[in-house]
């Protein structure tokens, strides 16, 4: 069996109100690993992540640590420390001071303790800041003396609850690619809690995703991205044209009346599916190279690119292109095999 660091076994939680939170969750987790727990809003991954850290109690299952199990086991002595989304410093202590809470609770030696506090730091680029009020920091400095102070006490696992929430956009981008250098360097195991998907994508090596309290996906980034498993991954992860079609034989499926080869395989003959297309992979013609036609009827500048409306018979696609193509314009779209995506329908193939 695979040394995994963390262990969760068929994990169930129901609150006092009888509401299921989480329901049989199964999840494996490496040594050195960024893993993303992924969903939307009451999806259940921050009760998880308490869970994880000692601060809740399961209603059935089990964790496992190093393969030895958590259960009862109080959040102090796991080797395991948690960043908030509210950082939770301590205003009255400066910079030094609130990295150092946990090592001067353990009652370390003063002179080793600012050695690690020194190495912390510089670690997080905040060398020159030991005076410092913490009150008197930006957000984004906040957010590193609490990751500092998370870090200086050696844990094996960090959990992170959604610690870039507060930030605004241009410092969150630079801290998520900050946090992923810290995780390979330390090479120690980050669990991320967060709702955003780009944030997931940018940082984890294995994102799992959560709807309802159950598991709906678990893989790489680029396998949740370009292969999701059914429409609400599909739908959560970026923009997708999700379409009903029907697989004819394996390799090519059926939709508007049109036969697309594809490079999905085992479904069967004649099955209805969902066919997922990124508004990125279609191949957008001034005239009728394309097998779908179509009018463009919307288009929206969003920056790296433009985001067109086509209607095309009954239907209206989302496509992406860096090239502007006018509302009004005829045009006609084509897709590669790679770009066809095949899923089950709904309900037929539940994780």
């Known amino acids: 069996m695979e040394d995994f660091i963390i262990r969760v076994e068929n994990l169930s939680k129901t609150f006092e109100d009888g509401i299921p939170v989480l329901s049989d969750v199964n999840i494996n987790i490496r040594k050195n690993e960024f893993v993303t727990l992924l969903g939307p809003s009451g999806c259940g991954k921050t009760t998880l992540l308490r869970i994880l850290g000692g601060f809740e109690e399961q209603t059935a299952g089990d964790v496992y640590f190093e393969n030895i199990l958590v259960k009862g086991i109080p959040p102090y002595k796991r080797k395991l420390n948690t960043v908030f989304q509210k950082y939770a410093l301590f205003p009255h202590m400066n910079v030094s001071e ?82 992923k250098k810290i995780q390979k360097k330390l090479g120690i195991t980050f669990i991320l809690v967060t709702h955003d998907q780009e944030e997931a994508l940018t940082m984890s090596d294995t994102v799992i995703v959560f709807k309802g309290g159950k598991i709906q996906q678990i893989g790489s980034p680029a396998d949740i991205y370009n292969e999701p498993e059914n429409a609400f991954v599909a739908d959560f992860i970026g923009e997708s044209n999700i379409l009903e079609g029907v697989m004819i034989r394996d390799y090519l499926v059926k939709f508007d009346d049109i036969e697309f080869e594809c490079v999905d395989a085992g ?85």
């Not at 001067?104 to 030991?130: H, P, R, S, W």
Request: net charge negative; glycine share 8%.
């Open 98 to 179: 609130n990295i150092a809470f946990g090592l001067n609770i353990k009652k370390i030696d003063k002179a080793i303790i600012q050695q690690k506090v020194t190495e912390m730091l510089q670690l997080v680029n905040l060398q020159g800041f030991e005076a410092r009020k913490v009150n008197s920091l930006s957000g984004g400095q906040q957010q590193r003396v609490a990751i500092a102070r998370a870090l200086v006490n050696e844990p094996e696992v960090l959990l992170l609850d959604e610690p870039l929430g507060a930030l605004d956009l241009k410092l969150r981008k630079g801290m998520q690619i900050e946090l």
């Open 267 to 351: 479904f069967g003959n004649n099955v209805a599916v969902d066919v997922v297309i990124r508004p990125e992979d279609f191949r957008i013609f001034v005239d009728d190279t394309g097998r779908l036609a179509g009018n463009v009827v919307g288009v929206t500048f969003r920056g790296v690119h433009y985001e067109m409306e086509i209607e095309s018979g009954d239907r209206v696609f989302v496509a992406h292109s860096t090239k502007m193509f006018p509302v009004g314009a005829s045009v006609s779209l084509d897709l590669e095999p790679e770009d066809i995506h095949i899923m089950c329908k709904e309900g037929q193939n539940e994780y």
